[in-house]
C-alpha cells in the first residue's frame, strides 16, 4: 500500500485509480475538468485542487495527459512539490521526440521520471491485465517496477533510451488505427455490394490475417520482397476493392493503390507486395 498522486483522470487514467483503491493505496487525484475527479471520490480517491496539493505527500505520481505540452507544464508546476524520493511515472501517450528530451532532462534535475504508456481499455486497466511499456534509467524502473507489476498483466522494460516506449506505444496505435480504417473499407465494399456490414465480418470468422505482421513484416523489415503475392497482382485486387465499393467513401484503400502505383513505376511490380515500403528499409 502506499500515498499515490493521479493528475488526469479521464477515462483510462480513472481505470487506473479504481484498480490502485482496490489494493488498498491512497490515491489523490487531480484533475483539470473537476467533475472526473469527483467521480472517483465514490472509489475512495481524495480529491486535490491543484497538481501541486495532489503531489506533496505521494511516494509515486503517476499521469495520463494529453499531450506533451501539458505533461511539461504539469512537471515544470509540481517539481518544488515532489518529495526527494518521489517517482514520476508517465503513462501519456507523447512523441518520441519529445520523450527523448524530457526523461534525461528531469533525471539530470533530480526527478525520477519513468515513460510507461500502455496497452489497455479502460476496463483492463480496473482489471489489471494489458501490456504496460517503460523506457527510461534502469534505477527508476527497478525501484517502480513492482508497482508497475501490480497494474497490468505484462511489464515490458524496453531499456534506457528514453524515446522507445514512446514509438513502440505510436507503433502499436497505429496498428490499431489500420485495423478500424481497413473495417470501415471493407464496410465500404459490403455496401456497395449490398451485404450487411455484420454478414461481411463472417469472413475474419475463418480468415484472419493478424500473421502477416510477422511473416510479411519480417521480410519487410529486412528488405526481402521476393514474391510470394506479387505486386501487380495485389494492384488488381485492389482495383477489384475499389470497384466494389461503387463510390463509397473509402477510408485507407485509395491511399495504399497510389503507394502501390508510385512503387510499381519504380520498378517492383514483379516483387512482393511488401515492396510498398521499400522506400523506408532500403
Known amino acids: 500500500m502506499a500515498t499515490v498522486a493521479f493528475l488526469g483522470t479521464g477515462l483510462l487514467g480513472s481505470g487506473m485509480v479504481e484498480r490502485m483503491l482496490q489494493q488498498g493505496n491512497t490515491v489523490v487525484v ?3 475538468t473537476v467533475s472526473k475527479a469527483r467521480a472517483l471520490e465514490a472509489h475512495g480517491a481524495k480529491v486535490a485542487a491543484t497538481p501541486g496539493d ?13 499531450d506533451d505540452a501539458v505533461v511539461d507544464a504539469i512537471v515544470d508546476g509540481v517539481r518544488g512539490r515532489l518529495r526527494a524520493d518521489t517517482i514520476v511515472i508517465d503513462h501519456s ?17 533530480g526527478v525520477k521520471f519513468l515513460h510507461a504508456p500502455v496497452f489497455m481499455s479502460p476496463q483492463m486497466a480496473r482489471d489489471g491485465v494489458g501490456i504496460l511499456l517503460a523506457s527510461g534509467p534502469r534505477t527508476v524502473f527497478d525501484a517502480a517496477r513492482p508497482a508497475l507489476e501490480r497494474m497490468t498483466g505484462e511489464v515490458w522494460y524496453i531499456g534506457e533510451q528514453p524515446d522507445r516506449a514512446a514509438a513502440y506505444k505510436i507503433f502499436g496505435n497505429s496498428m490499431l488505427f489500420v485495423i478500424a480504417a481497413g473495417v470501415a473499407d471493407v464496410f465500404a465494399m459490403a455496401k456497395g455490394l449490398g451485404i450487411p456490414a455484420a454478414d461481411a465480418l463472417a469472413v475474419f470468422s475463418k480468415f484472419q490475417p493478424a500473421g502477416v505482421i510477422k511473416a510479411r513484416g519480417e521480410k519487410m523489415a529486412r528488405g526481402d520482397f521476393s514474391a510470394t503475392f506479387e505486386l501487380t497482382m495485389a494492384r488488381k485486387d485492389m482495383r477489384l476493392m475499389l470497384e466494389a465499393a461503387d463510390g463509397q467513401p473509402m477510408a485507407v484503400l485509395p491511399a495504399i493503390a497510389e503507394r502501390m502505383d508510385d512503387a510499381i513505376k519504380n520498378g517492383h511490380g514483379g516483387d512482393d507486395l511488401g515492396a510498398i515500403a521499400a522506400a523506408v528499409v532500403r
Open 93 to 109: 501517450t507523447t512523441s518520441p521526440r519529445g520523450t527523448a528530451e524530457r526523461i534525461p532532462r528531469l533525471n539530470a534535475a
Open 30 to 32: 487531480w484533475n483539470r
Open 54 to 66: 495532489a503531489v506533496a505527500d505521494a511516494e509515486r505520481v503517476h499521469m495520463t495527459l494529453p
